[in-house]
């Protein structure tokens, strides 16, 4: 076997080291973003801003390009906006957290009551689950730290979202500002804010993690398997946070993403973002809080659960038997390594190359996956060689299954490329600049039928390759190292997670960019290069939501795993009807989820073109630009749906495992899992490539930037209406159903997974009374 290389306290100096840096890393970004002025004078919002008067404030250092706009007034109109979007953002989450919070306290009630009533809250110590020579804490130890790792997982979760949704209001505006200096300087604002929430949240859940099971384990002693056990509660915690943000977030940027298009562009003919449009507050502060502060929510989520899924197989197999620390520790080690290499990746974005045309925008971020995963690759090998023992066993269903850390060094690896290929393909079906996209923008020329039918086809399609490499992945990590093999595949996927979130989160900071620039009525080269910025944006959010669509995959696959193992299930045998009716029920539920949200879009939506429709038609002198619309009330229609239709699918989500473990029974459960996994992520892939691909047909027929562009063109043409009307059937797909599915699907398996024990002893009553 072979003791590793690396000693204990080395791993654990390593780990929190790693995070701290990664903390320091986004706050050092932040300060630099900060030194971009919001006003004339001084910006008493931004640190060490102190005395930045009249030579050193904006007027100096801006190079004139507006023409016939007076300086000072812009920049006061950028500041104006940017507060008006920050203050929508924050108080829509502040709403939203306040009814999540409620959930939350009554779910970990449900935890602790459910998981203590397995041995009837007993305080006597029991026989290992695993092992039953050996005593383990009782029952109602693992209530009490599964109750406290999930209300952990929840908080860290909403935090991380929170505090991606205010640095992107508080750079929006300055991407703005840097866009007149040239597209260059306001990349690298934009970026480097995407940064910030990229390496705060990796770093972030990283901490939390490594602290509460330093924490857990003053308890809990030699008792791993139980300390593992209960750390589960951790990404219940992370990802039961994540589906409300993103439903509901996902919710509100669509309801007003939607309701400012259809009668902004496509009935009023005014182009998107005029400052004339009652909607268009609420659809910028929609990029904030669906994309932002959604999408770091479901990633940290995706973390949290790859992290439990691993340590739970490990604390079975030899690591935990024979209480080796370093090798249990190995999925933090990647993960602490990760923050380093998406370090160095972000330099070579910001220091290493300067951008200055906007044709280097894609290919910059794209270098950003290639560098990260090659890096990354390096990176596991060193940590596989000196954190791993050169052979050990892994816990298999019932059995030990002999592993060689090579093998488990090409289980990560083998994650992490799958994670680029997919990245890769969806930018292909996503992006303007290959022919699937510019095939549908074609499609326009005979209307938004032929346009919805080539998307539909494009988004079916885009599924196959990302799919064989998922499948190609499960095949090769489950061969060699069973089902720790596939949650270390996982984690693979999302070790480059700063740099993927920094990615992610710079499309909506674009955005939001491109929007002030047009309401503050800065000059058309501007909107030209904030446009440039947005565009390569959406492509990169395609590819972030790929991301999450795949490591979704291979993280609800492993606590799937994890889940049999703990239910004590020896096989799941899908010839049995009480298994085969869960794949089917199982199969159907991303369906049935997919239709509560896109029905919810669609019924706030209506609300919002009504509103919308109503102040063109009663505000005199709206049209002319005299009057000022009432941007509050649809900020409040967006609000107000949002968090009555978030309910629903939520709960949806969080009571199917509840109902079938408890009236079914594990075995019907393990069928609603699997088919959950294998509908869900079909439809995840193909509604968000389809949204994708709608969105950036229609701006290539915006931007005209080539000879078959500008024979479709120019905006107001009849494929350009036929485009926004595709644009606008995709955004739902796009922004709330798809991301929201992956969540779906790992949701309901560390549900399962932490609710096994109660399952397990007191499930299945139906089945019983026959």
């Excluded at 706050?27 to 009249?54: C, E, F, M, T």
């Excluded at 596989?384 to 892994?394: C, E, K, N, V, Y």
């Excluded at 994650?415 to 022919?435: D, K, R």
């Excluded at 594990?666 to 294998?678: K, N, P, Q, R, Y």
Aim: glycine share 10%; aromatic share 10%.
């Amino acid at each position: 076997m072979g003791s590793p290389m690396l000693p204990d306290l080395g791993a654990e100096i390593l780990i929190p080291v790693c995070a701290v840096i990664g903390i320091a890393f986004s706050l050092l970004q932040w300060v630099l973003v900060s030194k971009v002025k919001l006003s004339p004078g001084s910006d008493s919002a931004s640190p060490g801003n102190k005395g930045a008067g009249g030579k050193n404030g904006c007027a100096d250092y801006l190079i004139e390009e507006e023409e016939g706009l007076n300086d000072h007034n812009v920049v006061l109109k950028c500041a104006e906006i940017q507060t008006a979007i920050s203050e929508g953002a924050t108080s829509f989450l502040f709403t939203e957290y306040q009814y999540v919070g409620i959930f939350m306290v009554a779910f970990a009630i449900l935890i602790f009551v459910f998981l203590g009533s397995v041995e009837g809250f007993s305080t006597k110590s029991q026989p290992c689950t695993y092992d039953q020579s050996k005593t383990c804490k009782p029952a109602l130890a693992t209530a009490i730290f599964s109750t406290i790792s999930f209300l952990l997982g929840a908080v860290t979760s909403v935090i991380s979202g929170f505090l991606g949704m205010k640095i992107a209001t508080y750079a929006n505006a300055r991407t703005t500002l840097e866009a007149r200096k040239g597209v260059g300087k306001a990349f690298i604002t934009a970026f480097r804010s995407g940064a910030v929430m990229g390496f705060l949240l990796a770093a972030n859940g990283l901490l939390v993690l490594y602290i509460a099971i330093n924490l857990f384990k003053l308890y809990y002693g030699d008792d791993w398997g139980g300390l593992f056990e209960a750390i589960t509660g951790y990404g219940l915690g992370g990802s039961s946070m994540a589906l409300f943000g993103r439903v509901g977030g996902g919710i509100y940027t669509k309801a007003a993403d939607v309701g400012a298009d259809l009668v902004g562009k496509v009935e009023r003919n005014i182009p998107e973002d005029d400052p004339r449009n009652p909607a268009v507050i609420a659809d910028n502060v929609g990029d904030n809080v669906g994309d932002i502060a959604g999408m770091g929510s479901d990633l940290f989520g995706s973390y949290a659960e790859s992290s439990c899924a691993a340590l739970v197989v490990a604390s079975i197999s030899s690591f935990g038997i024979n209480h080796e620390l370093t090798p249990m520790l190995y999925p933090l080690i990647i993960s602490a390594v990760g923050i380093i290499v998406c370090l160095i990746t972000t330099l070579f974005a910001t220091d290493f190359f300067e951008i200055k045309a906007v044709k280097e925008i894609e290919p910059s971020l794209k270098r950003q996956l290639i560098i990260s995963t090659v890096l990354m690759t390096i990176g596991i090998a060193i940590v596989s060689w000196i954190a791993l023992p050169s052979s050990f066993t892994i816990f298999n269903f019932g059995e030990q299954k002999d592993v060689k850390n090579w093998q488990l060094f090409l289980c990560v690896s083998v994650g992490l490329w799958a994670g680029l290929i997919i990245g890769f393909v969806t930018e292909y079906y996503t992006s303007n600049a290959y022919s699937p996209v510019q095939d549908v923008a074609d499609s326009c020329r005979t209307g938004a039928a032929t346009n919805v039918i080539f998307g539909l086809a494009l988004g079916y399609k885009s599924c196959i390759i990302p799919i064989f490499a998922i499948a190609i992945s499960i095949f090769v990590s489950f061969s060699f190292a069973a089902m720790y093999g596939i949650a270390v595949a996982a984690l693979g996927m999302l070790s480059t997670i700063a740099t993927g979130l920094a990615i992610d989160a710079y499309g909506p900071i674009s955005d939001n960019a491109g929007g002030i620039a047009e309401m503050a009525g800065m000059s058309h080269r501007i909107r030209e290069r904030t446009d440039a910025l947005d565009a390569a944006g959406n492509t990169t959010a395609a590819i972030g939501k790929g991301f999450a669509i795949g490591s979704a995959a291979l993280v609800s696959l492993a606590l799937f795993g994890a889940f049999v193992s703990r239910a004590a299930i020896s096989t799941v045998d899908v010839l049995t009807p009480k298994v085969f009716i869960g794949l089917l029920v199982g199969a159907m539920l991303p369906y049935w989820f997919s239709a509560m949200t896109m029905k919810s879009v669609g019924s706030a939506a209506l609300k919002m073109v009504e509103e919308v429709r109503r102040q063109f038609n009663t505000i005199p002198g709206l049209m002319e630009g005299t009057a000022k619309p009432d941007y509050a009330t649809c900020v409040k229609i967006s609000t107000d749906a949002s968090i009555k239709e978030m309910i629903p699918p939520g709960a949806l989500v969080m009571l199917t495992p509840l109902i079938v473990g408890i009236f079914f029974g594990v075995e019907t459960l393990s069928g609603v899992l699997a088919g959950s996994l294998v509908s869900g992520v079909q439809i995840a892939i193909s509604a968000s490539n389809t949204g994708g691909a709608w969105d950036n047909a229609k701006k290539y027929i915006e931007a005209g930037a080539s000879e078959h562009a500008r024979t479709l063109g120019p905006k107001g043409s009849d494929p350009h209406k036929a485009a926004v009307i595709g644009d606008t059937i995709g955004d739902p797909l796009k922004d709330t159903s798809g991301p929201s599915l992956n969540i779906l699907i790992k949701l309901m398996a560390v549900e399962s997974l932490v609710f096994a024990p109660f399952f397990a002893t007191h499930g299945g009553l139906l089945f019983k009374m026959f």
